[in-house]
């Protein structure tokens, strides 16, 4: 039985699993894929579940709830390549299902890549479920954006990167390392929380004694920030956005940035239905995003049994 509502909930062998609930409870087994705040429980009913140890930290920090990482003999969590902690779950009984969550297969600066699993019963993510969008091969975007950046950091300029706090940002961090980085304040947290895992980031934050160009100011652009970027911006200051919407031709215009890059922390088209594919199987529900067009290719195409898991609708108990 698959059902979605507090988040997507399955029974195996008789016990209830849960995949990034909203409500946490003591009686299901609650798991976090990764700490994206659409992912991130927002009430807790109880504090056990299983996750990551970044996802737990981001928990406490976004949440401000403290919560304890159970270890469940049924679940195993497996690299999901979209953010620092994030994981796909694989709850094995008499029935293997595989839960995606957010998920890349391109293995980048900050992430390993997400590999496909043999299950029974496949949850997948479905946000760049159309054809028309496949990324372009990472490195070399990475190398691209590289040197754009060298041509404004040789002409003393500044460039300001438009990219998510948590995700691209990171990626961006780690990529650019050796460039006079500085972070918008909520990015430096984020990546203060990662280095204590571990990872190589800086944590410089904006400041205008730093501000010297040439410098990289790494921000989404948002808010209350906007004041800054914009008067960045009458100083030269060049701006970029990192999407996978930047595929979308209207995209540039849209982001209002002199350059978009397709930068995802997501899988593209082509790699979601290889992905399916080589996870083999009997049935697969997709979620978010375009998850109908690709419920509909994985049938038509695959011949696998797929359908869209829509909010509240009960379906397939004859598969798990
Ligand atoms: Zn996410
Ligand atoms: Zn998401």
């Known amino acids: 039985m698959i059902q979605h509502g507090n988040g997507i909930l ?53 949440r401000n709830k403290e919560v304890q990482i159970v270890d469940d003999e049924h679940v195993r969590q497996l690299e999901a390549g979209h953010i620092a902690g994030s994981q796909m779950f694989l709850v094995e009984g008499e029935k293997k299902v595989l839960y995606t969550g957010d998920f890349c297969t391109r293995e980048k600066e900050h992430t390993k890549a997400a590999m ?6 496949l949850i997948m993510e479905a946000t760049y479920g159309k054809p028309h969008y496949v990324f372009p ?41 050796d460039f006079p980085l500085l972070l918008h304040g909520a990015i430096a947290e984020n990546n203060r929380l990662l280095r204590a ?9 904006y400041d205008q004694h730093l501000a010297i160009p040439p410098f990289v100011y790494i921000t989404s652009g948002l808010g209350r920030d906007l004041a800054r970027v914009e008067s960045l911006k009458k100083k030269g200051a060049k701006t970029a956005a990192f999407s996978g919407w930047a595929l979308d031709r209207d995209f540039v215009s849209v982001s209002r940035a002199n350059e978009a890059f397709p930068v995802s922390d997501h899988c593209g088209f082509d790699e979601l239905v290889e992905f399916a594919r080589r996870c083999d199987p009997e049935a697969v529900f997709t979620t ?13 195409n695959l011949g696998i049994q797929a359908q869209p ?12």
Request: glycine share 4%; charged share 30%; net charge neutral.
């Open 10 to 62: 399955v029974e195996v062998d008789g016990r209830k699993f849960r995949f990034d609930p909203r409500r946490v409870n003591q009686d299901d087994t609650c798991m976090i894929s990764h700490a994206h705040t659409d992912h991130l429980p927002t009430s807790f009913r109880g504090s056990s579940v299983v996750c990551s140890q970044i996802t737990r930290d981001f928990v406490k920090l976004r």
């Open 116 to 121: 496909p699993h043999k299950c029974d019963v």
């Open 137 to 177: 091969d990472h490195a070399e975007m990475m190398a691209v954006v590289k040197d754009w950046l060298n041509d404004i950091m040789r002409a003393d300029g500044i460039a300001v990167l438009y990219a998510y706090p948590l995700g691209k940002s990171q990626e961006l961090s780690a990529y650019l390392r």
């Open 288 to 300: 978010h995003g375009f998850a109908k067009e690709l419920a509909n290719h994985l049938r038509r």
């Open 309 to 320: 898991l829509v909010a509240r609708q009960r379906t397939l108990d004859h598969f798990c």
């Open 197 to 205: 895992h571990g990872m190589t980031l800086s944590d410089v934050e």
